[in-house]
T-cell receptor, first 113, second 111 residues
Framework: DAGVTQSPTHLIKTRGQQVTLRCSPK?????VSWYQQALGQGPQFIFQ???????QRGNFPDRFSGHQFPNYSSELNVNALLLGDSALYLC????????????FGQGTRLTVV | GQSLEQPSEVTAVEGAIVQINCTYQ??????LSWYQQHDGGAPTFLSY????GLEETGRFSSFLSRSDSYGYLLLQELQMKDSASYFC????????????FGQGTTLQVKP
């Protein structure tokens, strides 16, 4: 049973560019949440998708947007990249929005230069 | 808002017992979880407390006291592989799946 898979694993982008990160949830899961983890910090909640809609959003600007597809996979898009967007982006999946255990992917390490 | 505080670093020897504390401030929450993360890896779920008291899962136990706004993770029979970062995380009220994480505690296990 494949767990949560994210792609790519590493990415280097130039300031001002746009980036798309991808996530496939664990089999049987229908809810995807995205987190940003800066070096040495805890993950910060970006947003959550369920039934192809954004259900909750953390304190992130509109430059951060997402999408969920009918197969429950999800994308995170970041526009107009800033140096401060450099971080590990984690995807977590669960069954329904109500959950006690989130399953995380290995993350995408984004470096903005 | 919601915030959590954890010690930044803890050091212990192999075979020992270590406790990682977590204090929080929130107007309401559904439960408190603990996650382990090895360098560059995915956070993995360790334990969850919805109610006050102790939850035991193998070598790991977690405790919650809502009246004291306090929880802890207890690791017994420490092994070298336990060297990692440990995060406490609040589940928002309504249990909507949003997790608010602490800054993390780096545990170093020495031989």
């Amino acid at each position: 049973d494949a767990g949560v898979t994210q792609s790519p694993t590493h990415l280097i982008k130039t300031r001002g560019q746009q980036v798309t990160l991808r996530c496939s949830p664990k089999s049987g899961h229908d809810t995807v949440s995205w987190y940003q983890q800066a070096l040495g910090q805890g993950p910060q909640f970006i947003f959550q998708y369920y039934e192809e809609e954004e259900r909750q959003r953390g304190n992130f600007p509109d430059r951060f947007s997402g999408h969920q597809f009918p197969n429950y996979s999800s994308e995170l898009n970041v526009n107009a990249l800033l140096l401060g967007d450099s971080a590990l982006y984690l995807c977590a999946s669960s069954w329904r929005t109500v959950n006690t255990e989130a399953f995380f992917g290995q993350g995408t390490r984004l470096t903005v230069v | 808002g919601q915030s959590l505080e954890q010690p930044s670093e803890v050091t212990a020897v192999e075979g020992a017992i270590v406790q990682i504390n977590c204090t929080y401030q929130t107007s309401g929450f559904y439960g408190l979880s603990w996650y382990q993360q090895h360098d560059g890896g995915a956070p993995t779920f360790l334990s969850y407390n919805a109610l006050d008291g102790l939850e035991e899962t193998g070598r790991f136990s977690s405790f919650l006291s809502r009246s004291d706004s306090y929880g802890y993770l207890l690791l017994q029979e420490l092994q070298m592989k336990d060297s990692a970062s440990y995060f406490c995380a609040l589940h928002g009220s309504g249990n909507t799946g949003k997790l608010i994480f602490g800054q993390g505690t780096t545990l170093q296990v020495k031989p």
